[in-house]
């Protein structure tokens, strides 16, 4: 009895031990796990390697083997007799049907660069894959953290609205015992009614903001939506150097680094060797080739042979297919070098535009930290002079208000501030 009260003790505890919080990093791991959008990419990636090296295959000999069997209706055989030669020849075909095998091999010794152009295409576009798939994996990462913030957003909304609720409820009771000593009116006890009836409903909407930022969070992670989260209350500190160096040498980062653009860069260079594949068509083609065959035949003297061959093949018109093939694989090739030059521009703006965010959210934490405390001040001050009626409650609730105001604007700028670090940080490609 006394082990069963033990054991009913130990659970109780784990039972109320409070939750443990979900770090950022966890909720990485599980992104990157589920998210499909991701695994597509990664496909894609995959689908390239096999790709490059499928195209390097195309310099080994390649080996065919093939059979048939053949049922004659009226097995064709020799016969002289219409030339007045009386000789009788056997049969070409024992039985009416005959079976062929053959074993080939063929070596590419001079394509004019088609193949060395090819695998060089194919590297170009596993480069660019996998550039994608890094950039997929920075994207999901930040995608992340916003949806985490928004959590984190909402639950301190959330409780801004609780504590709005609280001064009002206790105000409130303050008014009444005023207003039923007669020294307050009554419209006085029905302004802070009301206000505490607005601050219920305001409430109201931030737990259903935070349920829907809770359900956005686990749609991201590839969790179930009603799936209870509770999260470490900052996101946690990333390294770096963005308060040591200017803004111009951020950009030259960004455009060394960024990913979108070794992604293009290789897709134009692959466009380029398709461009070079397509005009190596049109030089000539050698190959030695061999072969082993077996052809049962009564007429012959043996059944089995062996050949080899070279081979030469010069396509001299094509009536223009390939050289208008080739152009065309050339305007892409500078189209989508234009699209390059025009994302440098791009990554440049948006650079900056990350970084003067990041100094006007720290700014704006700064400058927000002391209003918080400004509005406690006021909204205490205000409510002492409305006890000693120098002033009206409309100032007492406008005091309120702004201290709901201010502790927004707060939670929000350092939200912003934290998460300003993890958007530079994508821009600059180094999330």
């Not at 784990?14 to 599980?30: F, H, R, T």
């Not at 900052?234 to 980062?253: C, K, Q």
């Not at 000693?388 to 350092?414: K, P, Q």
Request: glycine share 4%; with cysteine; aromatic share 6%.
């Amino acid at each position: 009895m006394k082990g069963t009260i033990v054991t009913m003790l130990l659970l109780a505890a784990v039972c109320s031990a409070p939750a443990k919080s979900e770090s950022l990093a966890e909720a990485w791991a599980l992104a990157l796990k589920n998210d499909r959008t991701l695994a597509a990419v990664r496909l894609e990636a995959e689908a390239a390697r096999f790709e490059a090296t499928a195209a390097r295959g195309l310099r080994y000999p390649a080996l065919t083997t093939s059979a048939s069997a053949m049922q004659f209706a009226d097995a064709p055989a020799f016969d002289f007799s219409a030339a007045g030669v009386p000789i009788q020849m056997p049969r070409v075909f024992d039985h009416d049907n005959t079976v062929i095998g053959n074993v080939s091999v063929m070596l590419p010794l001079y394509t004019g660069g088609r193949i060395t152009n090819e695998i060089n295409a194919a590297d170009e576009n596993r480069r660019a894959r996998e550039a994608m798939e890094a950039q997929a994996i920075q994207q999901t990462k930040l995608e992340v953290a916003e949806a985490y913030v928004g959590v984190l957003r909402a639950q301190r909304a959330l409780d801004v609205a609780n504590s709005n609720v609280a001064n009002l409820e206790a105000y409130v009771g303050e008014v009444r015992a005023m207003f039923e000593r007669e020294m307050v009116p009554r419209n006085d006890l029905l302004a802070a009614q009301v206000a505490l009836a607005n601050a219920e409903q305001g409430r109201l909407r931030a737990s259903n903001a935070l349920d829907l930022a809770k359900a956005s969070y686990n749609r991201r992670l590839g969790a179930p939506l009603t799936r209870e989260v509770q999260l470490e209350p900052t996101l946690p500190v990333l390294e770096s150097d963005f308060e040591r160096v200017s803004v111009d040498e951020l950009i030259a980062r960004a455009l060394d680094q960024r990913n979108e653009l070794v992604a293009l860069q290789a897709q134009a260079n692959a466009m380029g060797y398709r461009a070079d594949v397509e005009r190596a068509r049109l030089r000539p083609q050698l190959a030695l080739s061999g072969g082993y065959s077996y052809l049962e035949s009564e007429m012959f003297d043996r059944e089995r042979f062996a050949s080899a061959s070279l081979t030469m093949s010069w396509p001299l018109f094509d009536g223009g297919v390939t050289r208008h093939r080739s152009a065309a694989l050339r305007r892409t090739q500078r189209a989508l070098e234009e699209r390059r030059a025009d994302l440098e521009t791009q990554i440049a703006l948006e650079t900056r535009q990350a970084w003067l965010d990041l100094q006007e959210a720290r700014n704006r934490a700064r400058v927000t930290a002391e209003a918080v405390a400004q509005s406690e001040e006021n909204l205490r001050l205000a409510r002492r002079q409305y006890q000693a009626g120098l002033v009206t409650i409309t100032r007492v609730l406008e005091a309120e208000s702004l201290r709901v105001t201010s502790r927004t604007n707060h939670d929000n700028a350092l939200l912003d501030a934290d998460l300003a670090v993890y958007r530079l940080a994508r821009v600059l490609g180094e999330l």
